[in-house]
C-alpha cells in the first residue's frame, strides 16, 4: 500500500483545553496513527544556530518525557517514543522522522519528483506527517524556522535575532521545549483543538462534535470555561512568545494519546522501519503518487500570537 501524504494545521501560540480531543485524518476522513508498539525520532547533526547541541538534545528528551510520562509511564498508552543520535539529515518520506532547523532558507528543498516547497515566514515550526490510504503512519519529519525565530530554552535571558536566513530580520523567540511537546502532538497523530480554516470543514473531536471556530475561540465567543479547556492545550493552534503552558499535556491531550494507543491494544510490535533512500513526499500526487502528507506549521502573527499548521 502506498504511503500518502497530507498538511494539517498545528499551533497558535496564545494559551487551554478543548472539550474532547481532536485526531488527525486522511482526506478520506480515517483517524491516522503509528502501527506499531514505538516510534524514533531522530535529530539533523546540523543543530540550532541559537542553542548547542547538547541542549538541543536535552529538550528533545525533555518534550518526549512531557508526553510519555503522562501516557506511557501512567500506563493508559503503549506508545514509545525514541530518541536517534544526530545524524545529518533531509525531511522527505524514507521513515525517518527527523526533528531538523532550518537557518538558510525557510523550505522544504526541492527533489527529483518534488518542487521546492517554502513556508510562510510566521511559521515557527511544521510537522509533516506521511500515512497509508488506511491511516497508518510510516513517517513524521518535524522543521523548525530559524529564518523568522529563535529559539530559547526558558528560562533565558537570550534576545530575539535580528538576522535571520542571511537577512536583516527582527526574529520572535519561541520556547523551543513548549513548541517541539506540540509538534510532537502532531506526530502522534493529534490535531488542533480550534478550526482554523485550513481545512474545508470543522473537524471533529473524539465524542463526533465539531471543534469551535478558532475566530470565536480568540474573542472568546464560546463559554469561559471551553475558552479555558481550549485554550490551555498542548495542542491549541496559538502561544504567545515566551510561552511555555504547552509544555506539559493537560487531561483532553493525555485522553487523545490513550484513546489512539490504549494499553489494552497494544500490538506488542516494535520493529524499526527500514529507510527508504532518496524518498520524496510527490505532495499531490493523488492517483499512483508516492505519498500525501499532513503538514503542522507553528505560525507567529504580527499581532504577536504565535500560530501552528
Same mark, same amino acid.
Not at 7 to 20: K, W, Y
Given at each position: =500500500?502506498?504511503?500518502?501524504?497530507?498538511?494539517?494545521?498545528? @499551533?497558535?501560540?496564545?494559551?487551554?483545553?478543548? %472539550? !474532547?480531543?481532536?485526531?488527525?485524518?486522511?482526506? +478520506?476522513?480515517?483517524?491516522?496513527?503509528?502501527?506499531?508498539?514505538?516510534?524514533?525520532?531522530?535529530?539533523?547533526?546540523?543543530?540550532?544556530?541559537? @542553542?548547542?547541541?547538547?541542549?538541543?538534545?536535552?529538550?528533545?528528551?525533555?518534550?518526549?518525557?512531557?508526553?510519555?510520562?503522562?501516557?506511557?509511564?501512567?500506563?493508559?498508552?503503549?506508545?514509545?517514543?525514541?530518541?536517534?543520535?544526530?545524524?545529518?539529515?533531509?525531511?522527505?518520506?524514507?521513515?525517518?522522522?527527523?526533528?531538523?532547523?532550518?537557518?538558510?532558507?525557510?523550505? %522544504?528543498?526541492?527533489?527529483?519528483?518534488?518542487?521546492?516547497?517554502?513556508?510562510?515566514?510566521?511559521?515557527?515550526?511544521?510537522?509533516?506527517?506521511?500515512?497509508?490510504?488506511?491511516?497508518?503512519? #510510516?513517517?513524521?519529519?518535524?522543521?523548525?524556522?530559524?529564518?523568522?525565530?529563535?529559539? #530559547?530554552?526558558?528560562?533565558?535571558?537570550?534576545?530575539?535575532?535580528?538576522?535571520? $536566513?542571511?537577512?536583516? *530580520?527582527?526574529?520572535?523567540?519561541?520556547?523551543?521545549?513548549?513548541?517541539?511537546?506540540?509538534?510532537?502532538?502532531?506526530?502522534?497523530?493529534?490535531?488542533?483543538? $480550534?478550526?482554523?480554516?485550513?481545512?474545508?470543514?470543522?473537524?471533529?473531536?473524539?465524542?463526533?462534535?465539531? /471543534?469551535?471556530?478558532?475566530?470565536?475561540?480568540?474573542?472568546?465567543? *464560546? &463559554?469561559?470555561?471551553?475558552?479555558?479547556?481550549?485554550?490551555?492545550?498542548? =495542542?491549541?493552534?496559538?502561544?504567545?512568545?515566551?510561552?511555555?503552558?504547552?509544555? =506539559? &499535556? +493537560?487531561?483532553?491531550?493525555?485522553?487523545? /494519546?490513550?484513546?489512539?494507543?490504549?494499553?489494552?491494544?497494544?500490538?506488542?510490535?516494535?520493529?524499526?522501519?527500514?529507510?527508504?533512500?532518496? !524518498?520524496? $513526499?510527490?505532495?499531490?500526487?493523488?492517483?499512483?503518487?508516492?505519498?500525501?502528507?499532513?503538514?503542522? @506549521? =507553528?505560525?507567529?502573527?504580527?499581532?504577536?500570537?504565535?500560530?501552528?499548521?
Amino acid at each position: =500500500m502506498r504511503p500518502r501524504l497530507v498538511v494539517v494545521a498545528t @499551533l497558535f501560540l496564545v494559551g487551554g483545553i478543548a %472539550r !474532547g480531543y481532536v485526531r488527525s485524518r486522511t482526506d +478520506k476522513g480515517v483517524p491516522i496513527a503509528w502501527p506499531g508498539s514505538c516510534v524514533w525520532v531522530q535529530p539533523d547533526s546540523a543543530g540550532s544556530i541559537d @542553542l548547542p547541541i547538547d541542549t538541543v538534545l536535552q529538550v528533545i528528551d525533555k518534550s518526549i518525557s512531557n508526553w510519555q510520562t503522562v501516557t506511557l509511564g501512567a500506563g493508559c498508552s503503549y506508545l514509545k517514543i525514541n530518541r536517534d543520535a544526530p545524524a545529518a539529515l533531509e525531511a522527505h518520506l524514507d521513515h525517518i522522522n527527523i526533528i531538523k532547523f532550518r537557518s538558510d532558507k525557510w523550505c %522544504r528543498p526541492g527533489e527529483p519528483n518534488t518542487p521546492e516547497m517554502c513556508y510562510s515566514p510566521s511559521a515557527a515550526a511544521i510537522t509533516t506527517v506521511f500515512y497509508t490510504a488506511d491511516g497508518q503512519i #510510516v513517517d513524521a519529519d518535524v522543521e523548525l524556522n530559524q529564518c523568522n525565530f529563535t529559539f #530559547v530554552w526558558l528560562p533565558s535571558n537570550v534576545q530575539p535575532r535580528s538576522t535571520g $536566513c542571511g537577512m536583516a *530580520v527582527q526574529t520572535m523567540d519561541s520556547d523551543l521545549e513548549n513548541t517541539l511537546t506540540h509538534e510532537l502532538g502532531h506526530l502522534q497523530g493529534l490535531d488542533h483543538t $480550534c478550526w482554523d480554516h485550513v481545512l474545508p470543514t470543522a473537524p471533529l473531536d473524539d465524542m463526533g462534535n465539531p /471543534i469551535p471556530d478558532c475566530n470565536d475561540v480568540l474573542n472568546h465567543n *464560546v &463559554p469561559p470555561d471551553e475558552y479555558q479547556r481550549i485554550v490551555q492545550s498542548t =495542542m491549541f493552534n496559538f502561544a504567545t512568545p515566551g510561552e511555555t503552558i504547552k509544555r =506539559m &499535556p +493537560k487531561t483532553d491531550d493525555i485522553n487523545g /494519546i490513550c484513546g489512539i494507543y490504549p494499553s489494552a491494544k497494544d500490538p506488542k510490535s516494535c520493529m524499526r522501519p527500514s529507510p527508504v533512500q532518496g !524518498g520524496g $513526499c510527490a505532495v499531490g500526487a493523488r492517483s499512483g503518487g508516492l505519498a500525501f502528507a499532513l503538514m503542522t @506549521l =507553528m505560525v507567529i502573527l504580527l499581532v504577536r500570537r504565535n500560530r501552528y499548521y
